[in-house]
């Protein structure tokens, strides 16, 4: 799509802060006005549309994508949502180890650990660590304080950990990037752990190193999108 604005700029709302480009207010592909609920968010958001060259280029708008699916996808139906994310405790990247060599056993138990322990203390929550690819079912228990953890979020910080969970395989890794537990480049590395190890032996091509990239920008702009966020305190 070609630009058809000079200028975007926010303004306070009832409800938070509005996008405007030349003075209309944008609205999301359900056609919703766009309103984010922080000044913080609603300055970045005009900035990815400042930056557009003489096309508008989606790709290059990931907080107005996150925004616009928080509006119209997670708002809808948030307990939907939230089992979505919720059924990823079930089978946590971080509960399921390697048989062998040991480097790598010892490589997942340095990234891994440290977060079991924290959402342990955190959410009040046992976790089954299995060995190999065979399903372990989690505690009931672990998986209703995980889900009722995702619950407890608003539309907006639920749409930021989707990225978070998908990409990295992990709610627990997600959570813990959510609540600045772990920083983001390090929550990315303990997701992609067991690819980067494969790399290391192997090597890989291009095209893996390509993808890979694409998904350190969509983790990296979602932990940009919660940070953007009031902070709150989320229940266990």
Known sequence: MKRFYKQAATEAVA?????????????????????VPTAALASAIVGEWNAQGEDIDPRTMPLTGLANAALDRV????????????AYAESDLTCYRAESPSEL?????EAWDPLLDWAGERYGVEFEIA??????PQPDDTIERLSAAVRAYDP???????????ISGSLIIAL??????????GAFAAGQLDELWQAE????????????EVKRADFRAAARFLALLVPVDVAA
């Open 15 to 35: 409800g938070g802060y509005g996008i405007r480009l030349d003075g209309r207010a944008v609205k999301t592909p359900a056609r919703t006005e766009l309103v």
């Open 75 to 86: 708002l809808a139906d948030p307990p939907a949502f939230a089992r979505s994310l919720s």
């Open 105 to 109: 056993i010892a490589r997942q138990c």
């Open 131 to 136: 060995t190999g690819i065979i399903h372990r």
């Open 156 to 166: 907006f910080r639920m749409v930021a950990l989707h990225p978070l969970v998908t």
């Open 176 to 185: 813990a990037v959510a609540e600045g537990e772990i920083d983001v480049d």
């Open 201 to 212: 032996q192997w090597g890989e091509d291009e095209l893996a190193v390509r993808a890979r």
